[in-house]
Nanobody
Framework: QVQLVESGGGLVQAGGSLRLSCATS????????MGWFRQAPGKEREFAAG????????SYASSVKGRFTVSRDNAKKMVYLQMNSLKPEDTAVYYC?????????????????WGQGTQVTVSS
């Protein structure tokens, strides 16, 4: 069982940066691949970034590649999403997710555990 709590969201101007954090609990955190998803109003939840349990493999949606960076600290049981050069279209609720699957999935159904989300709003 893994519990996830996101933080770090807020209001930022276009071109600005935010760093999201995901605090986890559970003894086997280091065994889970982790993902960040986002959901804008009226839209489906979509994959943004993911990282393997070792941190050695990362994956990004094309819309965020080059601007977002996912990382993890297994000793602290934390996952991070550094978001730079933010755009108004990045506005969404951002969710942290965990999976015990053997790959960094990009689909919502690939992930078993979810946080409650944190709101990110980018003004133009």
């Amino acid at each position: 069982q893994v519990q996830l709590v996101e933080s770090g969201g807020g209001l930022v101007q276009a071109g600005g940066s935010l760093r999201l954090s995901c605090a986890t609990s559970g003894r086997t955190f280091s065994a889970y691949n982790m993902g960040w998803f986002r959901q804008a109003p009226g839209k489906e939840r979509e994959f943004a970034a993911g990282i393997s349990w070792t941190g050695g493999t990362t994956s990004y949606a094309s819309s965020v590649k080059g601007r977002f960076t996912v990382s993890r600290d297994n000793a602290k049981k934390m996952v991070y999403l550094q978001m730079n050069s933010l755009k108004p279209e990045d506005t969404a609720v951002y969710y942290c997710a965990a999976t015990g699957a053997g790959k960094v999935g990009v689909l919502r159904e690939d992930y078993r555990y979810w946080g409650q989300g944190t709101q990110v709003t980018v003004s133009s």
